[in-house]
């Protein structure tokens, strides 16, 4: 077997997975990598979107559920960290060579370039997952911080998605 059919039938593995798990699967996938749950959006959308180019499942539909469980993950994890974070990170930080000042720091940065952060962080491979804690952290605007999750998720998720229906169109 070579490297093309190895990527093919994982590629076909992914798509089966994913319809099998559906809707919901895409949207519990997408909720859990906006969390610090290492699951990348790539392995759940773009399959999601080939499995919409086979006409198993609705484009639209795939994105909406992943842009929605990403959001909503963000949030979940934005909220552990307005509650739990700060007393966690002055707590145990200094083991994670975390400073008080550092986090102070944040604090002041996202008071000053939290929007912007958030908006690009959901753009940006590796950031994803954690640019909810410092704005959780920082006590961010909780508005301001759905408003340019959705954005950025929005954005990031139909990329994936439509990446998955276009190449699935054109084997």
């Not at 992914?14 to 906006?34: C, D, P, R, T, W």
């Not at 604090?107 to 959901?122: L, Y």
Request: some cysteine; proline content about 4%.
């Amino acid at each position: 077997m070579n490297i093309s059919q190895l990527i093919h039938n994982s590629i076909d593995i992914l798509v089966v997975a994913i319809n099998k798990i559906g809707y919901l699967g895409i949207f519990i996938g997408m909720f859990l990598e906006s969390t610090i749950v290492p699951i990348p959006s790539e392995l759940v959308m773009i399959p999601a979107g080939l499995a919409a180019a086979n006409g198993d499942m609705s484009l639209f539909l795939v994105t909406f559920y992943g842009v929605v469980g990403n959001v909503l993950g963000a949030v979940f994890s934005y909220y552990i960290a307005l509650y739990f974070g700060r007393a966690i990170l002055f707590r145990v930080g200094r083991y994670f060579f975390i400073k008080p000042e550092n986090i102070t720091k944040i604090e002041s940065f996202f008071a000053k370039h939290g929007e912007i952060s958030v908006f690009i962080g959901r753009l940006l491979p590796g950031f994803r997952h954690f640019i909810s804690l410092p704005a959780g952290v920082a006590k961010m605007n909780i508005v301001k911080f759905f408003t340019y999750t959705a954005l950025g998720s929005s954005i990031w998720t139909s990329v994936l998605s439509c990446l998955g229906y276009f190449v699935g169109k054109n084997q």
